[in-house]
């Protein structure tokens, strides 16, 4: 079973997995897993060969959105939750749970390409299984992320997101609700609902907006081309979010991934959904948030010992080219590279 | 000039550089940057191109160690350090020192290779460059640091390491504090003590120990064989180590470095000082030490958004492969792969 550490100064959790052997030196791979579609897990065909089905979201016989356990977790479900000290240190079973949403049953699809429809659809399951998983007690936190390009920590290609349940909340999780509850005691406003004003007033580093949501280059963007999604009423909780504020959700995440991709060429990326612990006290002060980070710099020396980051591109700039991006759809509502319209005559089918 | 901006959640700084165009994607890139010696600018000849030297080792005409001002800073040294508000946020000047230490004059030279002696003055650079430094009043931190291989965000092969000072305390160092300073509060003793006590006492994870430093794999490891540097006579800071405690730092640093490369082959690696802030009120609590963390896996979604780590190795089993290393050295004192003695007979020389 894997076991839960505390690292006594700075009660940073780490989880030590400890029977995967030592991994591949990093950049010796290639930027994308270019898996064989014959031997990718995750295609139509290959669903006896993953862990058993949680949820999918179906048309007829064929699915389109479908989560199992994660092959390789890195904590488990099953088992009880056991806490010990050893001598100065903290360690706790690993218990925790790993799911993968395959978000699509095409290999090659991905944020280039989706659909309102098809993003709809991910965000769906990802605010299905939240819902579901919160119920067992023994969670604190559920995290759902997304990593996509080997720098970025992805290991398949095929698309797919992951949702890790945790048994104590994240120190980074813990920091921004600090931040926010600090924030709020001071002002008596949101920290959120401020930047939310500030961002929508100066237009600086405003992506795109909807009825609902708002995407921005943060302020501080410790990555170039950084982006938050933000929904405009103040909520504490993803899982709280409508059905129609989700397909709201939907549109601001495609325009977000969809400008960024067709700005940068496909970067490395992960996103991150920023919400409210589970199973504790509210969180009132706290706005869930989506965070998007390109994976094109390296985190050298300075920045671990620091954290400190230095970011090449200032958030105004990647604002200012993002902003210059336009999206098409064909006529199924899929992105595409220019509309035929705007082909040249002799390429036009 | 940069920009230094915060995160109004978090607190977090960010230096924004802003005009240096976006690098490549990391992972095109190879593992070790291999520059050809004709063009390596740390390499003896060069000297007119660096900018100008701020320190030297010498003997007779040849330089040893050589500091000079890094020539594309994240932070410069001229200029008011002015702070401002831009509505809810807070920036500030990009005020700070940067420079580069240029280990040794040989370009193939590493800490698979150096001598004592060569170690203890590269040490000798980084505690006289700190005490230089922190007469500047404007400086709140200094951080040395070393990255090797461009997974760990080294852009030069020509062995060197670097010192950034800061205008303010920054985050993690901030973190480091308040936990000595929260577990001294509570016990009455310094937390890094208690790990010295318990290491040295169970040796699960000690990897070498000598009359002033220990070196182990720490508990909570958030990287396959990451190591910690202590030395055992509490002191929050490294520039008050004296010459003889510096040449049996210079041993267990070699130590460390030259067993992690013997047992990884040559892994990309960060290490980073750890020590107390300057110009401000003391920190006591605190106790100076080498972080050396190996950048083979991944840091990908869950990470950053968790600030959970996941290794796949275990601290007790990096620190059993670190210890069956044996470090052999030829008659000058360098590191050598098998002595002579150990050859066998057809290919002694």
Known sequence: MPELRKDPVTKRWVIIVGDRGLPAFAADEPNHPQQDRDVCPFCP??????????????????????VVA??????????????????????????????VIIEHPSHSASFATYSV????????????????????????YL??????????????????????ATPVIPKRVIEE??????????????VYCDML?????????????????VVFTPFASRFPFELVILPKMHSSDFAETSDSDLRLFAIALREAMGRLIRALGDPPYNYILHTSPVNGSPHEAYHWHVEIITRMTRVAG???????????????????????????EDADGHLVERPDSLLPAKESR
Chains 1, 2 share one sequence.
């Open 45 to 66: 065909g290959k669903e006896p060969g993953t862990p058993p089905e949680i949820l999918a979201y179906r048309d007829g016989d064929q699915w389109l959105v479908r």
């Open 70 to 99: 994660n092959k390789f977790p890195a904590l488990i479900i099953e088992g009880i939750l056991d806490r010990a000290g050893d001598g100065l240190y903290d360690k706790m079973s690993g218990i925790g749970a790993h799911e």
């Open 117 to 140: 429809r098809e993003v709809e659809r991910i965000v769906w399951s990802y605010r299905e299984r939240s819902r579901d998983l919160r119920k067992d007690p023994r969670f604190k």
């Open 143 to 164: 995290l759902v992320f997304k990593n996509s390009g080997r720098p970025a920590g992805a290991s398949l290609s095929h698309p797919h997101s992951q949702l890790i």
């Open 177 to 190: 609700l600090n931040g926010a509850e600090n924030y709020f005691h001071f002002r008596e406003r949101c």
């Open 197 to 213: 004003r500030q961002e929508t007033a100066s237009k600086r580093r405003l992506v795109f907006e909807n009825e609902r949501f």
């Open 302 to 328: 300075f920045e671990w010992g620091s954290g400190f980051y230095v970011n090449p591109v200032s958030p105004e700039e990647a604002c200012r080219r993002l902003s210059e991006c336009t999206l098409y």
